[in-house]
């Protein structure tokens, strides 16, 4: 049983950092892509970032580019997302996904995705 639990979430100021983490039971995360979205009440789930199953790209969502970063580390089966530079509107539930048909160009479609975790929230305060 595939099984993704993130944690790490939490309050913080406006221009804080954060890392959120997402472990991996069930699968070996190598040859994985894996994905984080964020959801907030009544809004469509937003893609953040993603990496390709080789690790070899990461994609970002506009909105976060240049202040997220995701990671990865397949022997301990943990995928990471560093976020700095926060702001008020970055508060949301987080969620990671893992998928092994996803190809590069769709990194950013959750439907492509197989396997979710519960989300963890973030929140923002100015």
């Known amino acids: 049983q595939v099984q993704l639990v993130e944690s790490g979430g939490g309050v913080v100021q406006a221009g804080d950092s954060l890392r959120v983490s997402c472990a991996v039971s069930?699968?070996?995360?190598?040859?994985?892509?894996v994905g984080w979205f964020r959801q907030t009440p009544g809004k469509e789930r937003e893609f953040v970032a993603a990496?390709?199953?080789?690790?070899?790209?990461?994609y970002y969502g506009g909105s976060v580019k240049g202040r997220f970063t995701v990671s990865r580390d397949n022997g301990k089966n943990l995928v990471y997302l560093q976020m700095n530079a926060l702001r008020p509107e970055d508060t949301a539930v987080y969620y990671c996904?893992?998928?092994?048909?996803?190809?590069?160009?769709?990194?950013?479609?959750?439907?492509?995705?197989?396997?979710w975790g519960q989300g963890t929230q973030v929140t923002v305060s100015s």
């Open positions: 996904a893992i998928g092994n048909r996803v190809i590069t160009s769709s990194l950013s479609n959750h439907n492509q995705y197989d396997w």
């Open positions: 069930g699968r070996t995360l190598s040859g994985y892509a």
């Open positions: 990496m390709s199953r080789t690790g070899g790209s990461t």
